[in-house]
């Protein structure tokens, strides 16, 4: 195989697999009825100016299933964490004894559970377009290695569906996510 075309396929491969990865990321921070330290993620405190991830601040730990518990290390810091999870705008209300912040999370409505879903399928398809943009670019490559005379009608027919064949296989690949995360939010 020609390497301008090995090129092509890995760089759709490298882009579909970008958009996989910020998939999972993305249903990593989704609450499914269990307490997640992962939720926590997007909270950044403005520490000493400089906004600083929750995770490098203390330590989140889970106690019980619909409980987090979040131990700062500089207790000066605790009533900024504080408001900072409160702004998050998570869904819970952060209780704090002045040492240690406790996250406890509501059981999930049945109500609440299919709006859950119905992110988790719009993030499933945002990652299913981000994976069809790499096929576009893939393919404007070929066709420009076309132009350029340098490929047979045949080369580029068959990279045309070996790159199909990678989409398919990603898209496949962020159904797959979706419907085991959907699984995950509607188990009671």
């Not at 999370?105 to 299919?114: A, H, I, M, Q, S």
């Not at 199909?164 to 979706?178: G, N, P």
Request: glycine residues 4%; contains cysteine; hydrophobic residues 40%.
């Amino acid at each position: 195989m020609n390497s301008d075309i090995e090129e092509i396929l890995s760089s759709c491969k490298d882009d579909a697999n970008k958009a996989i990865n910020h998939q999972t990321g993305e249903y990593l921070v989704i609450r499914a009825g269990r307490a997640n330290p992962h939720i926590l993620d997007k909270v950044f405190i403005d520490y000493y100016g400089m906004p600083t991830p929750l995770s490098n601040m203390a330590s989140i730990t889970v106690p019980e299933a619909r409980i987090l518990a979040i131990s700062v290390w500089d207790q000066s810091q605790v009533k900024n964490v504080v408001k900072a999870i409160a702004m998050a705008d998570l869904g819970v209300t952060p209780n704090d004894d002045g040492k240690v912040i406790r996250l406890v999370f509501p059981p999930l409505t049945e109500e609440r559970r299919k709006e859950i879903v119905k992110d988790v399928k719009k993030i499933c398809e945002e990652t299913k377009i981000a994976i069809r943009a790499s096929r576009r670019d893939s393919l404007e490559m070929l066709k420009d290695l076309k132009k350029e005379g340098n490929l047979s009608e045949d080369e580029i027919a068959n990279a045309e569906k070996e790159v199909q064949k990678i989409i398919d296989a990603f898209c496949d690949k962020a159904d797959e996510l979706s419907k085991a995360k959907e699984k995950e939010v509607m188990e009671v």
